[in-house]
């Protein structure tokens, strides 16, 4: 390829990771920077509405399609691995709450493993740093970053009942589980800003997309790392059915996620060498990891009917949603600028254990809500999860 083709930096995927490296890394305008992403751009309103993601968890909208393998302990079904195929990733996807994780967790991966750079302390500045949190700055928190953040403002009387039903079995509260104290029952936190998904393509990418650097390239899906002896020089890229190349004269940047990352690697002849040779992939590098050891929650969904009836049923009958996903879109206001739920617990399964090993979250609406309109469509059962 001709030198005036290559770049500087290539970026595979434009998912948080990916965004954030995109805006980092063009910031210096000498730097030639293209990012490869295999969606397209994010531009459906339900992504930005916050209350657009019910439907998109309900029709798998903008994702990868990934299932498990057949899991012996769930009767040998296939569950939904969720992956946001979009620029910004599963960050333009997922359900908006903000949990950073257990300062335990990370003093773990620093003493067992030897990770002092991933130890709390070493984190905890660039949690700061990329945040905008509505409490403003403290010892824990930032108040000058791209990402907003802000607790959940939805308002039902369930989510009341369900707080003091867990202070009055002995389970303390937490007025912020991302500060001092996680263990306890506290307000959702949620990575919306002025009534809108804050992705990290509306926090990160967005803001770099005027410099001249920096090129964006959607509905790329990468299918080869390029390598000099072990150097990663260039990657391969089908667009429109094309099959390109373009070449990298500093980096080769895998953003591609937790399944596509590993995949790639794979595809481009690096783990198992039995298992690539069975594929007929030429080796790279023999590295047995890659692909193995994929750790995921566990959600275990308890549905309830309601037997008085919430502030969500009325305000999905069909003519007030639509003002309201409009005026959520148009302003940032109202009903459709939050989701319905808002609660979360953090607490221990048995007293001797040190950190929390569950998470509690209420959602104040079913799962299966949809619009409706009487006599053309009739209302859901009332309920939560």
């Known amino acids: 390829m001709a030198a005036s083709n290559n ?5 595979i ?22 990012v ?10 339900l992504i ?18 990934y299932f498990s393998e057949p899991e012996p302990n769930v009767d040998n079904r296939r569950v939904e691995c969720a992956r946001g195929k979009v620029v910004g990733g599963s960050s333009s996807t997922n359900a908006m709450a903000y949990v950073r994780g257990n300062r ?19 984190v905890l500045p660039y949690f700061r740093r990329q945040e905008t949190w509505e409490g403003g700055a403290d010892e824990f928190r930032g ?4 990402l907003g953040t802000q607790t959940c403002k939805y308002q039902d009387s369930l989510l009341d009942a369900f707080i003091q039903s867990g202070l009055d079995a002995g389970h303390g509260w937490t007025d912020d589980y991302n500060g001092q104290q996680q263990e306890g029952f506290g307000r959702l936190q949620m990575t919306i800003r002025n009534g809108r998904r804050c992705s990290g393509a509306s926090a990160y990418l967005r803001p770099a997309l005027q410099r001249s650097n920096l090129q964006i390239k959607v509905k790329a899906l990468v299918t080869r790392i390029l390598f000099e002896g072990q150097r990663a020089v260039g990657v391969e890229y089908s667009i429109n059915n094309r099959r390109q190349r373009v070449y990298a004269e500093r980096e080769v940047i895998l953003a591609g996620g937790v399944i596509n990352s590993p995949q790639l690697l794979m595809l481009s002849g690096i783990g198992a060498a039995d298992e690539l040779q069975q594929h007929g992939i030429e080796v790279t590098a023999d590295l047995p990891g890659v692909g193995k050891n994929l750790q995921d929650h566990v959600s275990v969904i308890l549905m309830y009917a309601r037997k008085q009836p919430g502030p969500f049923l009325p305000m999905l009958r069909a003519d007030r949603i639509v003002r309201e996903m409009a005026r959520a879109y148009l302003t940032g206001t109202g009903f459709a600028a939050d989701v319905p ?5 953090f607490l221990k399964s048995r007293s001797d254990l040190t950190l929390p090993d569950i998470q509690f979250l209420l959602t104040a609406a079913p799962l299966a809500a949809h619009p409706y309109l009487r006599p053309f469509k009739q209302p859901f059962p009332d309920g939560f999860a």
Do not use: F
């Not at 335990?104 to 070493?122: M, N, P």
């Open 341 to 345: 739920g808002g609660v979360t617990a």
């Open 143 to 146: 108040d000058s970053g791209p």
């Open 7 to 11: 770049v500087d930096y290539i970026i």
């Open 13 to 34: 995927g434009a998912g948080s990771a990916g965004c954030t490296l995109a805006n980092r890394l063009s910031a210096d305008p000498a730097a030639r920077v293209l």
């Open 104 to 122: 335990g967790d990370y003093e773990h991966w620093a003493q067992a493993y030897g990770l002092h750079d991933w130890s709390y302390d070493q």
């Open 36 to 45: 490869l992403e295999a969606g397209g751009w994010d531009r459906d309103p």
């Open 48 to 65: 930005h509405i916050p209350l657009g993601w019910g439907k998109i968890l309900q029709k798998r909208l903008h994702d990868w399609m």
